[in-house]
Structures are given as structure tokens and as C-alpha cells.
């Protein structure tokens, strides 16, 4: 037909998202999931993660399917569209289309420009495929979250003992994509992609809509978090928190462990120091190189107990260690950018483009049911389901 445009795939992310997401962590979550209704396709979601741990989302794509070309789409979109910032840490599971994607030098997510993790659910589950063993199972998962190479490699010998083929399968992975331990501080302690996961299912009755409406339900959606956040971060402003609720309940809980602690100085100038926890394990500290050898500090970005209580005996502000993505401000910062209301369709310019038209293979048949392509496992969260919160990682969505 004349004039006449097949749709392919679209991607879109609101200015809101992409003005705030500046003061976001420098971490994503992607996952992708069925549409349903007429048409076939997957919806492709990024999701960020602000300084109260709660999940920020920041972009969208409909798609025919998760190949490795529209995992590409989607991430170049994604870096030329939304944000240019460099050593961002994206989390996914282990889909070949995202694996490859990731690597890919010309997308600009391959390291240094970007950094690529691994769901510690979806890893694990991976390694159930292989070995079905729920013991080792567990112990995967503790040396994924292991905050420490000592405990790390604890983890490891075990599973050794136990299995000395699924010591090898682990460690032909690069330890960085899925350890805490090995990760250098790029994760800010995120281990799974339930941030994009437990997005997903509240999109899950929209997945049914027509694409203008689904584009439309995320506007609405998206507003409704921003209003709700923005006034949170306005009130506590107005009250001088400091830190957000998520780091003020960390701190204040670090405060109490701190002050059973036993410290040593050994050098005021470089701030060097030892101390010991009540269960008798001493750390080495680096006040100023904002260092401890519990690794806690680095990974989530706020001061760990034995950090605070250095400062503490030093009557140094333990505050100034907490990174600003935590703070009040910029939290507010992060949800204050405005969404406008939609003028009525009969106050719209004139539309004078070409008619979209799907594609033939996207047209669902009957009451034919969408095939999944991702990797399913017996730990991936059943949509519908109310999110709970995971015994290991104590997050939500599992």
C-alpha cells in the first residue's frame, strides 16, 4: 500500500526519567517479557535504582522478540538517547542476545565504557540446570553474596569438596559478573534484576493493550511514582533529613554494631587503623582511602560499623563517607522533573505521516499463547504472583 510503514519495533523514555536518572546510581536492570493480546512481540524494560533502593524507571522498547540485534537496539538507544554516563553497570540474566550485545564495542556498553553483571537468581538457576544439587545451589548463592574474597573463597573450597565439576563450571566464569566479592563497587550491593522484574509485573495486565495505550498506561504509571516520590523527598527536605529513609535505617543500625567495637590506631596521618568486632574478627581500615577490609564500604557506597566506629573514636563525621546519591537532596533531585498533562486527541496537530502497519509474523493466531526465549528456571518469579522477599538477598521479587 501506499505511503504505507511496516512496524518493526519502538522505543520510547520520558523526560522525567532521562533528566533524573543523572542522579541515580550508576546501575541498570534490562529483562524483556511477552506482550499479549493481538500482536506478538516482547517489551524490553531498563530500569534504575535511586538512593532509597527503590526501583526508578527509566526506559522501554517493544520488539519482535529478544534476539541479539534487538537486545543491540535497544541498548544503543538506551546510550544515544537517555544518558552518555560512563562506567554505568548493567544487571541482566545470562539471555545470548544481552551477552552479546554487551560486548559489542560498537554499542558502547563494553567495558570501561559500561560494565556487565549478572542476576545472582538466574545464575543460580543456570547452575541447577547443570548439577541439580539445592546444597550447592545455596552455596553459590553465598559466595555470589560473600562481601569479602575470605568468605568468597570459603564458599568456593565447600562446593569443591563436595563437587569438583561444579567448582570448574564457577570459576570458567569471570568471577566479576556474578561475585559481590570480585566486583569492584559497581553493583552497589544490587544482586538480581528484581527491580526490572517487579516492574514488569505491574505492567502485566497492560501487556494486553494496544502499543499507543501501553506507551500511554507507562506515562501515567511513571507520573504516579514521580508525584509520590517527589512530594517523600520534598517533606524531607523540609524536615533536614539528611540521608534517605533506605540509608538513615542502614546507618543507624551500623551506629549500634559500632559501639561494641574495640579500635586500635596506628597511624593518625594516614588513618590507619584496626578494629574488632564483638564476635573477635579484626579489620583493617583506611580512613582516608575510605577503605575496610569487610569490602561493605565500597560496595554499597555508606560508611561500614567498623568505618563509623574509626570515625567515632577520631571524631571525624562518619556522614561525609555516605556518597551523595543517598542524600535527601538528591533524591528530590532525582524525582523532581514534571510530567504535563496530555492535551485531549481532538487538540493533537494533524497527523500527515505514513500509515504503521505490523508485521504479518507479529499477528498472534487464534488463541495462540507467546512462546517464552528466555532461559526458565526454577527460581524465576511467576507473573501474578505477590513479590517476596528472598531468604539470601533479603530483596524483593523472589
Known amino acids: 500500500m501506499p505511503n504505507t510503514k511496516i512496524f518493526q519495533h519502538v522505543f520510547w523514555s520520558f523526560k522525567p526519567s532521562i533528566e533524573g536518572f543523572q542522579h541515580c546510581r550508576p ?23 535511586d538512593g532509597n ?9 517493544i520488539t519482535e522478540g529478544e534476539t541479539t540485534d534487538s537486545w543491540g537496539w535497544f541498548l544503543a538507544c538506551i546510550r544515544n538517547i537517555v544518558t552518555q554516563r560512563m562506567g554505568i553497570c548493567v544487571i541482566s540474566d545470562h539471555h545470548p542476545g544481552i551477552m552479546a550485545a554487551m560486548s559489542d564495542p560498537h554499542l558502547g556498553w563494553a567495558a570501561p565504557s559500561a560494565y556487565h553483571r549478572i542476576c545472582m537468581r538466574h545464575f543460580a538457576s ?32 565447600t562446593i569443591g569438596r563436595i563437587n569438583p565439576e561444579a567448582l570448574q563450571w564457577l570459576e570458567a566464569i569471570p568471577l566479576q559478573l556474578w561475585a559481590l566479592s570480585h566486583d569492584g563497587g559497581r553493583r552497589y550491593g544490587l544482586m538480581t534484576t528484581n527491580i526490572s522484574e517487579v516492574f514488569n509485573s505491574v505492567l502485566k495486565g497492560a501487556r494486553s493493550l494496544p502499543v499507543t495505550a501501553l506507551v500511554q498506561l507507562t506515562f501515567f504509571r511513571l507520573n504516579g511514582y514521580f508525584v509520590a516520590r517527589r ?74 560499623s567498623h568505618m563509623i566506629a ?3 573514636h577520631r ?49 498472534r493466531m487464534g488463541s495462540e499463547r507467546p512462546r517464552s526465549t528466555q532461559l526458565h528456571n526454577e527460581m524465576d518469579i511467576r507473573e501474578g504472583k505477590t513479590p517476596i522477599t528472598c531468604g539470601l538477598c533479603k530483596q524483593l521479587g523472589e
Not at 53 to 61: E, R, T
Not at 143 to 156: D, G, P, Q
Not at 319 to 330: A, D, K
Request: glycine fraction near 8%.
Open 27 to 49: 546501575v541498570i536492570s534490562i529483562n524483556g517479557t511477552h506482550l499479549y493480546g493481538k500482536y506478538k512481540g516482547k517489551l524490553l524494560i531498563a530500569m534504575g535504582c
Open 126 to 157: 543456570n547452575f541447577m540446570t547443570w548439577f541439580k544439587d539445592n546444597i550447592l545451589k545455596n552455596l553459590v548463592c553465598k559466595a555470589a553474596l560473600a562481601s569479602t574474597e575470605r568468605k568468597f573463597n570459603k564458599h568456593m573450597n
Open 315 to 363: 571524631c571525624v563525621d562518619f556522614r561525609l563517607f555516605v556518597e551523595g546519591y543517598y542524600t535527601t537532596q538528591t533524591y528530590y533531585d532525582t524525582w523532581a522533573s514534571l510530567f504535563h498533562p496530555i492535551f485531549n486527541e481532538d487538540e493533537w496537530p494533524l497527523y500527515g505521516g505514513p500509515t504503521i502497519a505490523p508485521l504479518d509474523s507479529m499477528q
Open 53 to 61: 533502593n527503590q526501583l526508578f524507571p527509566l526506559a522501554f522498547a
Open 231 to 304: 512530594e517523600l523527598g520534598a517533606n524531607r527536605l523540609a524536615s533536614a533529613e539528611r540521608f534517605t529513609p533506605y540509608v538513615d535505617v542502614q546507618i543507624q543500625a551500623r551506629v549500634v554494631k559500632a559501639g561494641s567495637m574495640e579500635i586500635v590506631l596506628y597511624d593518625h596521618v594516614q588513618g590507619l587503623f584496626h578494629v574488632k568486632s564483638r564476635r573477635g574478627r579484626t579489620h583493617r581500615l583506611n580512613l582516608h582511602g575510605k577503605k575496610c577490609t569487610c569490602g561493605k564500604t565500597l560496595i554499597y557506597g555508606f560508611p561500614c
Open 310 to 312: 574509626a570515625c567515632q
